[in-house]
């Protein structure tokens, strides 16, 4: 089942496409749609089934307007979602289809429509929460490498891979995926894009400041744990009432706020002293007490 996202953008797409006043613009919308059949004059059929169910509907008007006759059946499964399928069946029509992609000259547009076309016939996006994933996928390999030829061209970077007996034509660069939505004309998908990903670096870089918080007070506690013990068997080895008043002090402090930061154990001496000053002092009582082992 394709994506709820998925069909959102297609949804959007369609219902943000209009007929152009350019044939040629019309002609290429049809050719990216119709991509998958490679049109050419040995055609006999054409049976499309739509995973967005008003597209039936739309390609066929367009269809009618350059007297390509065709014909949608609509289902509406119980517990799955609704479907078209669009059928072109007459010679005629197949033929007219098949001439009308080379009859008239391209314009600098023609290439927007049938991105278009190729996006809502057989584009696959995935939910951007979970994974930015752009792709289309067909049996026949030269098909995929057209269209990647073509994609390329007009700067867009994707991929090809094999998956199962499909070759698949995809994306996971977000930036890429962004723009081939703007120009598809599903901008507010576009957007939605955008902000799960802004989104997910804020959750990343609160994630990253968490663990990087997480480990520095696993650091501390550990350092405390081991200063504490020091300062234990200094105490048990009559050593820290041979040491300064200084170090005696300290080593009381830390005692009784083992959870206290080296700023505030330097706060609270009975001398002004710095936050280095007391971590080395520190540093000196666990060095005295190692001495001792």
Same mark, same amino acid.
């Given at each position: ?43 006999? %059929? &054409? ?16 269809? $009618? ?27 005629? $029509? /197949?033929?007219?289809?098949?001439? /009308?992609?080379?009859?008239?000259? %391209?314009?600098?547009?023609? &290439?927007?429509?049938?991105? %278009?076309?190729?996006?809502? +016939? ?20 030269? /098909?995929?490498?057209?269209?990647? $030829? &073509?994609? +390329? ?5 994707? $991929? ?25 004309? +599903? ?6 894009? =955008? ?19 997480? +480990? ?15 300062? &234990? ?13 200084? /170090? ?5 402090? %830390? ?12 706060? =609270? ?17 666990c060095k005295i007490a190692q001495i001792e082992e």
């Amino acid at each position: 089942m394709k994506s709820e996202f998925s069909l959102d953008c297609k949804t959007e797409v369609l219902d943000n496409f209009r007929f152009s006043k350019r044939d040629c613009c019309n002609a290429s919308f049809l050719e990216g749609y119709f991509f998958r059949e490679n049109l050419t004059e040995n055609l006999h %059929k &054409i049976r499309q089934k739509q995973d967005v169910f008003k597209a039936g509907k739309v390609i066929k008007k367009l269809l $009618s307007r350059y007297d390509i006759y065709s014909y949608v059946i609509e289902k509406e499964p119980e517990g799955k979602e609704p479907y078209s399928k669009l059928y072109i069946t007459e010679d005629e $029509s /197949l033929s007219r289809l098949v001439t /009308l992609q080379t009859e008239f000259p %391209k314009c600098e547009q023609c &290439i927007r429509h049938f991105l %278009k076309g190729i996006f809502v +016939a057989d584009g696959v996006v995935y939910n951007p929460e979970r994974e930015y994933h752009l792709e289309f996928s067909y049996k026949e390999e030269t /098909l995929a490498d057209t269209l990647l $030829s &073509i994609l +390329a061209y007009h700067g867009f970077n994707f $991929s090809k891979i094999t998956r199962r007996k499909s070759f698949v034509v995809y994306t996971k660069n977000s930036e890429t995926i962004e723009d081939f939505l703007a120009t598809v004309g +599903a901008q507010n998908n576009c957007l939605l894009l =955008m902000s799960s990903k802004v989104v997910k670096d804020i959750n990343l870089k609160n994630n990253r400041v968490k663990n990087r918080q997480s +480990a520095n007070t696993a650091k501390t506690i550990k350092a405390g744990e081991k200063v504490n013990r020091a300062i &234990i068997k200094l105490i048990d080895t009559g050593l820290l009432y041979e040491l300064p008043d200084e /170090l005696q002090d300290l080593a009381q402090l %830390k005692l009784e706020n083992p959870t206290r930061s080296l700023a505030e154990l330097a706060q =609270m001496c009975p001398e002004k002293t710095t936050k280095s000053a007391v971590n080395r002092r520190l540093h000196k009582l666990c060095k005295i007490a190692q001495i001792e082992e």
